[in-house]
């Protein structure tokens, strides 16, 4: 007979890659996980480990058990969401991973929301880039995740997380000081620039855009904090492709022109692993955050939320050339 304990050890060292993270999650030393891999070896009767350099990787036949350990786990998640919900109060933890702009406009007012209505459910918070937190999610780390997905860069989806949809943001290109006369993005063209770092999601999608427009950004500053990026805007130092959520609580006070219509908007979802979307405690969570999202679209913006258009109305505004 197989043990769970130790299929769900191949599992995790699957999704974080190492033996020495996987014990670091889930405070254990390297040895014993490697000890309990090898008994989980002798039950199954097939090699499960090959060494590649210094490190491992799972067999085909690992693969196999992994596999049937997810659906397993899947299982489980529901049986977890059908027992919790038997259950008259929402109890227990609600681990949420959000992005910084998130965290900041539509955490908070949900967590009100959650203290006020579940109060026996405990609800802990970690910003934490989608990069990051999805994998995290599927490791088990985190319960809810809200992530975002930059139009025209879709990413793979991983058949073990469930999406659902939240809101859509735009993005607004945002000018240092007195904006050039050139139209859309091109007005760009001749400043610094502010971007997150290499790698991520946005920077790969701001890049292509400015490349779309038939430049190359001067790229001086990096940050992973949109309010950097916002303060060097505001002092006159960057340019910077600002989205609509970072004025959540402030007036727009830069020089913010549209971006083209295909391409100004970015997807923000809630992820949850497959078979735990019925839990009580994940389903409260989404529908707290669901309707900060519709108060927030039904209060609108205050007319000079968009900020100053450089001949003074909205025409730059409704333009969405390069």
């Not at 299929?7 to 996987?22: N, P």
């Not at 000890?35 to 590649?52: C, H, M, T």
């Not at 693969?63 to 397993?72: D, F, G, M, Q, S």
Request: with cysteine; charged share 30%.
């Amino acid at each position: 007979m197989l043990d769970l304990h130790r299929l769900r050890l191949l599992r995790e060292l699957k999704h974080r890659g190492t033996l020495a993270a996987v014990a670091e999650a889930l405070s254990y030393s390297p040895s014993s996980i490697s000890q309990q891999l090898s008994v989980l070896e002798k039950e199954a009767g097939v090699r499960l480990l090959e060494p590649v350099g210094r490190r491992v990787r799972l067999t085909p036949q690992a693969e196999i058990l992994v596999a049937h350990t997810e659906a397993v786990l899947e299982r489980l998640e529901r049986a977890e969401a059908e027992l919790a919900a038997s259950l008259r109060d929402i109890t227990g933890v609600l681990r949420i991973a959000a992005f910084q702009t998130a965290a900041l406009a539509l955490v908070p007012d949900a967590l009100s929301r959650l203290r006020e209505r579940h109060p026996a459910l405990r609800v802990e918070v970690t910003e934490c880039e989608p990069e990051t937190a999805l994998p995290a999610l599927t490791a088990r780390d985190f319960d809810l995740v809200i992530a975002e997905e930059y139009p025209g860069s879709p990413e793979a989806r991983h058949a073990e997380i469930e999406q659902e949809d939240l809101c859509r943001d735009e993005i607004r290109l945002a000018l240092p000081g007195v904006p050039a006369d050139a139209e859309g993005l091109r007005a760009g063209a001749e400043v610094p620039w502010v971007m997150e770092p290499a790698g991520t999601a946005s920077r790969r999608w701001a890049t292509a855009l400015c490349r779309g427009a038939g430049f190359e950004p001067d790229v001086r500053y990096e940050s992973s904090d949109l309010l950097l990026h916002l303060r060097l805007v505001e002092q006159g130092h960057a340019a910077a492709l600002l989205p609509d959520l970072i004025w959540y609580d402030r007036p727009a006070n830069a020089h913010l022109r549209r971006l083209p219509a295909a391409l100004r908007t970015r997807r923000i979802f809630t992820a949850v692993r497959r078979g735990g979307g019925d839990h009580p405690a994940i389903r409260a969570g989404r529908k707290a955050l669901a309707v900060g999202v519709g108060l927030r679209d039904s209060r609108g913006l205050p007319p000079d939320s968009f900020g100053v258009f450089p001949d003074g109305d909205e025409s730059a505004e409704r333009s969405e050339s390069y």
